[in-house]
């Protein structure tokens, strides 16, 4: 089981970036996928998460009209497209896999996000 997240870097405030979580080893399509992030000395903040059919999706309120969250069944992937980025949005941004228990069961390795200028 694997769940590897992707596309983090540097980014000026008000760039976007697109994240990628791909999986293998389980059966994807059945899981609902969270993307979480962590800033330097605080907490771990869920961001978004997208439902196993994908017709359901959440975002925090502090990314609400700038993220967007998707999944490509067919890649074993889901994407996270971050619009409009800020400082504050800085950290690593972890993905997980939930089977419909409300408990995450698989997390990905993080990838980090800095916005600067």
């Known amino acids: 089981v694997q769940l590897q997240a992707s596309g983090g870097g540097l980014v000026q405030p008000g760039g976007s970036l697109r994240l990628s979580c791909a999986a293998s080893?389980?059966?994807?399509?059945?899981?609902?996928i969270g993307w979480f992030r962590q800033a330097p000395g605080k907490g771990r903040e869920g961001v978004s998460c997208i439902s196993s059919s994908g017709g359901r999706r959440f975002y925090s309120n502090s990314v609400k009209g700038r993220f967007t969250v998707s999944r490509d069944d067919a890649k074993d992937t889901v994407y996270l497209q971050m619009n409009s980025l800020k400082p504050e949005d800085t950290g690593v941004y972890y993905c997980?896999?939930?089977?419909?228990?409300?408990?995450?069961?698989?997390w990905g390795q993080g990838t980090q996000v800095t916005v600067s200028s």
């Open positions: 080893g389980f059966s994807f399509a059945n899981y609902a």
């Open positions: 997980a896999a939930d089977p419909g228990t409300s408990r995450y069961e698989y």
